[in-house]
């Protein structure tokens, strides 16, 4: 193997991939990153048997070849060489690949390439299409509620169901929340449903970053795998076996009380509210108080937020807003009620409550595709 490739595309593709180089394998290769040559461009993968991501760049390919490197030394050495031209030359009998640039030179040991994990091929003709806007839209506003429990793996992914009625939906939860996002999607023939890992979705939404372009998803039962490609990326996923709990059926279907308040004004009360309530297990207080009109003067409800911890003090915040229903007092997670926030784009949003101990449903006002239920937190 032989070629040229500039400095910055290399970089460019060596951050693509690095992320899913295995850190704790007993198998040395898979510490490496796959550099091959593939069709007049280089293609560079890495794998840790559960995420396996692969980026296509440019170069001048003068010999074909294929070999692995250890990653943490390759993205080191490129990472510090000027914005030049480098050439790779690949010693064929002892795996050392070659680098050149400028009057740098360096010779790193590498593994054949053939103790790689082989790379699967898919047939994508019959994937669905979605933009990389929508399908990081769908990401964005669920995968914050995945569970990191390693004891309840099904958790720690997306529930994503598609039907050729309603399109595609994502579902998340970790047993003190949950987030649903749903989206039209034409082209889908039939329904199926899949566990999809969230650390994959959150590496997807990483690398896709031209909103314009339009990701090939094809789910392969037979292996247990979602593909999703890019024009010049592609990203293997097992997915998760398991049973996603029935999470509908928590999702309150009615409300007594509901406040109305800008998105932005909620967020930051929460995030003042939180300086001290991080010092008390993350529980802040709500209280809905409802407006009053006296005569000819109309006084607005206000949502009250509040938070107190025998070693930091304690934290009020009021703010003016729209509210039909009783006074009620409740509490929340304000860490999770600041990741609901920021997981929707929408300026207003709406909280539905019944009691005190029943969950709390945070939904976009205009926006029926998205909600977030936040479980109660109980009132000392």
């Known amino acids: 193997m032989k070629l040229t490739v500039s400095q910055s595309v290399l970089v460019r593709g060596l951050s693509m991939v690095s992320r ?16 091959a040559t593939d069709c007049g461009r280089l293609r560079l993968s890495a794998t840790n048997l559960e995420i396996c991501i692969s980026a296509w760049i440019p170069a001048q390919i003068q010999e074909e070849g294929a070999v692995t490197v250890p990653a943490r030394t390759l993205v080191d050495i490129i990472s510090k ?7 790779l030359k690949l010693n064929e009998n002892t795996f050392a690949l070659g680098l050149k640039c400028g009057g740098f030179s360096s010779s790193v040991k590498g593994i054949d390439a053939n103790e790689f994990p082989p790379m699967p091929t898919t047939d994508l ?20 509620a ?6 309840r793996p099904a958790l720690q992914g997306c529930l994503v169901e598609l039907t050729p009625e309603t399109g595609v939906s994502f579902a998340a939860t970790d ?3 949950i987030a649903v996002k749903t989206m039209a999607l034409a082209g889908i023939q039939k329904a199926h449903k899949a566990i999809i890992p969230a650390r994959a979705l959150s590496e997807l939404s990483r690398i896709a970053t031209d909103a314009q372009e339009s990701i090939t998803v094809c789910f392969v039962p037979e292996r247990g795998q979602v593909v999703f490609r890019l024009k010049d ?22 409300h007594k009380t509901r406040v109305a308040v800008a998105t932005a004004a909620l967020l930051r009360a929460c995030e003042q509210a939180e300086i001290i309530a991080r010092e008390g297990n993350n529980v802040v207080k709500v209280g809905i108080v409802p407006g009053t009109i006296t005569g000819t003067d109309t006084e607005r409800g206000r949502l009250e937020l509040s938070a107190s911890s025998e070693q930091a003090g304690n934290a009020e915040v009021t703010l003016e807003v729209d509210e039909t229903g009783p006074k009620l007092d409740l ?3 304000v860490k999770f009620m600041k990741e609901a926030l920021t997981a929707t784009a929408m300026p207003f949003i709406t909280l539905d409550v019944n009691e005190a101990n029943t969950p709390g449903v945070i939904r976009g006002v205009g926006d029926d595709s998205w909600l977030n239920v936040l479980m109660p937190m109980r009132l000392g």
């Open 125 to 144: 003709s019959q994937g669905l299409q979605i933009s990389v806007a929508a399908l990081k839209d769908l990401i964005r506003a669920t995968v914050y």
């Open 146 to 151: 995945c569970s990191s429990d390693e004891a």
């Open 81 to 87: 060489l000027p914005a030049d031209q480098i050439t």
């Open 20 to 35: 899913a180089v295995s850190t704790r394998s007993t198998l040395p290769v898979l510490a490496n990153i796959l550099i």
């Open 175 to 177: 047993g003190f929340r």
């Open 331 to 333: 509490a929340f997670n």
């Open 233 to 254: 990326a592609e990203l293997v996923s097992q997915l998760i076996e398991g049973n996603f709990p029935p999470y509908g059926q928590i999702i309150p279907k009615s």
